[in-house]
């Protein structure tokens, strides 16, 4: 039987500290670790998707790997959370004419660039190439 946490490392910007937080999650008999990753925080403004410090990503899959947690990776764009705006950029309400969370090409051209660089990074670590991700939402993965 598999039963999943929630871990969202935007709230605890201390890469130095997730590796504790995964391993108690792992203590309480969870084998998988859902996470959001904030696209208004990893691409604070257009052309700029900042995933170094507090804000990457591949420190976070390692110790997912390190405590023996899976991964369900979500990176949106929308991710709710409890976070203003559901974690979409504020600049991107001045870039979309159309409609935000939908198929509209301006909207899609916004995520797209982060998504992409999303992907860059957790490729990689999915389950088939002997990583912890073994489920995304990312439209690239």
């Not at 504790?20 to 257009?46: C, E, F, R």
């Not at 974690?87 to 939908?102: A, D, E, F, N, Q």
Request: aromatic share 10%.
């Amino acid at each position: 039987m598999s039963s999943s946490g929630e871990f969202h490392p935007f709230r605890l910007p201390v890469p130095d500290l997730w590796l504790d937080i995964l391993q108690k999650i792992k203590a309480t008999g969870m084998n998988t670790v859902s996470v959001y990753l904030h696209w208004g925080l990893l691409n604070p403004a257009p052309d700029v998707i900042d995933l170094k410090d507090w804000r990457a990503v591949q420190p976070l899959l390692d110790a997912a790997k390190l405590a023996g947690l899976f991964v369900i990776l979500r990176p949106g764009p929308y991710i709710n959370a409890e976070t203003t705006a559901g974690g979409i950029p504020h600049w991107v309400t001045s870039r979309v004419s159309g409609t935000l969370r939908t198929n509209a090409t301006d909207f899609k051209e916004a995520w797209e660039p982060y998504l992409r660089a999303v992907a860059e990074v957790t490729v990689p670590n999915e389950i088939t190439n002997d990583g912890p991700i073994i489920g995304s939402n990312c439209l690239y993965i």
